[in-house]
């Protein structure tokens, strides 16, 4: 591996852990971008090449997964949405969905016996939402993601 390869790495490994301990303030691309000194299309087309996903879709999913784990401890799902910083309740309930497969309110009803019994470390790596090749399929053709 070229030094600058690993400097590249290093760069993009300290953008994910920012989005990973500031997902609930404000962020879009271009800050976080500015906040490593790359171009912020240079930055999102790196940020996919590594972690195969786009910075923004990792943000989200990041949000996505604290409120999957707040709803999971009894949250309101207007109380998940605004901890979380999503910007309104409409565009957080949509992404969940797309991304959870279920309403916040359906998952926040349903029974969760499984995680209750887990380390938090351990349920966060189990239960990461992530969009899977099917979802994006029914999404395109205007179906739910369930």
């Not at 949405?81 to 359906?106: D, H, Q």
Request: include cysteine.
């Amino acid at each position: 591996m070229t030094p600058e390869r690993r400097q590249e790495l290093v760069l993009l490994r300290r953008s994910r852990d920012l989005i990973d301990r500031r997902y609930a303030e404000p962020l879009d691309v271009p800050a976080i971008a500015a906040s490593v000194h790359l171009s912020a299309a240079h930055f999102s087309r790196r940020f996919r090449a590594v972690y195969g996903e786009t910075p923004y879709q990792y943000l989200m999913t990041r949000r996505i997964e604290r409120a999957c784990a707040m709803l999971r401890a009894g949250a309101t799902v207007t109380e998940a949405c605004m901890a979380v910083g999503a910007a309104s309740l409409g565009s957080f309930s949509t992404r969940f969905t797309e991304v959870v497969g279920r309403t916040p309110s359906a998952y926040r009803a349903a029974e969760h016996p499984a995680e209750a019994q887990m380390p938090d470390c351990t349920a966060r790596v189990l239960l990461r939402p992530t969009r899977t090749r099917t979802s994006r399929i029914r999404e395109a053709a205007g179906g739910t993601a369930a």
